[in-house]
T-cell receptor, first 116, second 113 residues
Framework: DGGITQSPKYLFRKEGQNVTLSCEQN?????MYWYRQDPGQGLRLIYY???????QKGDIAEGYSVSREKKESFPLTVTSAQKNPTAFYLCASSIRRRDRYFYGYTFGSGTRLTVV | AQSVTQLGSHVSVSEGALVLLRCNYS??????LFWYVQYPNQGLQLLLK??????LVKGINGFEAEFKKSETSFHLTKPSAHMSDAAEYFCAVSVLYGNKLVFGAGTILRVKS
């Protein structure tokens, strides 16, 4: 079955460490997205990528980095510069269309990151 | 810029009662509107979407939503709540050619037996 796989499900980070969250999709979607979720704040966009080797900052990109070397993969690195990284991280993908229609996102099951 | 406001961070209903979750949007151009549901420690699942066809949209699990341009609203309803409907619900907006969603803060639905 096609879908998006996020790993690991739970991740613990020590102060000052960089960590990388994995996101892989086999839906043949062009666009991929990373969101951060905190209680009562909804989902906030970190980075997104519409095509391979190209990505744009979202609303809260500081302290994060991404790469898009393959269509199927969009890993997110949480760097030591991110001062409050404890959150639930969601990866999503979508068909990228040039016409007016937008189907919406397919989401992964998320990674919960905790700073210890 | 586009935005959505979900009225009520928590809603509590009795099993069998009407579910009404409110969403108002702000957009200077015709929007596409979405409702997603999230169960604890899981990703989001699409319930339904409005893409400028019929204003009354039916989704999965018996939910529906009505797009009202004059009220800039897209409220989610279900005639009879079930215990399995307890979850967090998110309204989201995208603009034409946008390929990107902006989410509301979410509404946690509690269903009492």
């Amino acid at each position: 079955d096609g879908g998006i796989t996020q790993s690991p499900k739970y991740l613990f980070r020590k102060e000052g460490q960089n960590v990388t969250l994995s996101c892989e999709q086999n839906l043949n979607h062009d666009a991929m997205y990373w969101y951060r979720q905190d209680p009562g704040q909804g989902l906030r966009l970190i980075y997104y990528s519409q095509i391979v080797n190209d990505f744009q900052k979202g609303d809260i990109a500081e302290g994060y980095s991404v790469s898009r070397e393959k269509k199927e993969s969009f890993p997110l690195t949480v760097t030591s510069a991110q001062k409050n990284p404890t959150a639930f991280y969601l990866c999503a993908s979508s068909i990228r269309r040039r016409d007016r229609y937008f189907y919406g996102y397919t989401f992964g099951s998320g990674t919960r990151l905790t700073v210890v | 810029a586009q935005s959505v406001t979900q009225l009520g961070s928590h809603v509590s209903v009795s099993e069998g009662a009407l579910v009404l979750l409110r969403c108002n949007y702000s957009s200077s151009v015709p929007p596409y509107l979405f409702w997603y549901v999230q169960y604890p420690n899981q990703g989001l699942q699409l319930l339904l979407k409005y893409t400028s066809a019929a204003t009354l949209v039916k989704g999965i699990n018996g939910f529906e939503a009505e797009f009202k341009k004059s009220e800039t609203s897209f409220h989610l309803t279900k005639p009879s709540a079930h215990m399995s409907d307890a979850a967090e619900y998110f309204c989201a907006v995208s603009v034409l050619y946008g390929n990107k969603l902006v989410f509301g803060a979410g509404t946690i639905l509690r269903v009492k037996s």
